[in-house]
């Protein structure tokens, strides 16, 4: 069965960093774009980021843009997501998914998706 499992989450003061990992089991997703998605509370989920298959190209939400960064390695089946220069409205449930194509073309067609994981950015 497959399966996203999300970690990295946690409290940091604004200006800290945090770099999220999403490990993916029971099939390999190396043909997959992949992306994360936030959401947070009283909130709809939120584009954050997305990588192509081959990590050729990469997609950022214009909220994250300059201080986010996402990776991945095909080999160990696993994606990140480093954040950097934190602020109190990146608190939010962090997601990751896969989606059903290499590329990213809008935040439709994810088709796997996380249980996700908790960032709290103090002030």
């Known amino acids: 069965q497959e399966q996203l499992v999300e970690s990295g989450g946690g409290l940091v003061q604004a200006g800290g960093s945090l770099r999220l990992s999403c490990a993916a089991s029971?099939?390999?997703?190396?043909?997959?774009?992949m992306g994360w998605f936030r959401q947070a509370p009283g909130k709809e989920r939120e584009f954050v980021a997305a990588?192509?298959?081959?990590?050729?190209?990469?997609y950022y939400g214009d909220s994250v843009k300059g201080r986010f960064t996402i990776s991945r390695d095909n080999a160990k089946n696993t994606v990140y997501l480093q954040m950097n220069s934190l602020k109190p409205e990146d608190t939010a449930v962090y997601y990751c998914?896969?989606?059903?194509?290499?590329?990213?073309?809008?935040?439709?067609?994810?088709?796997?998706w996380g249980q996700g994981t908790q960032v709290t950015v103090s002030a």
């Open positions: 998914a896969v989606r059903r194509a290499p590329y990213y073309s809008n935040a439709y067609g994810f088709d796997y």
């Open positions: 029971g099939r390999t997703f190396n043909d997959n774009a």
């Open positions: 990588i192509s298959w081959s990590s050729d190209r990469t």
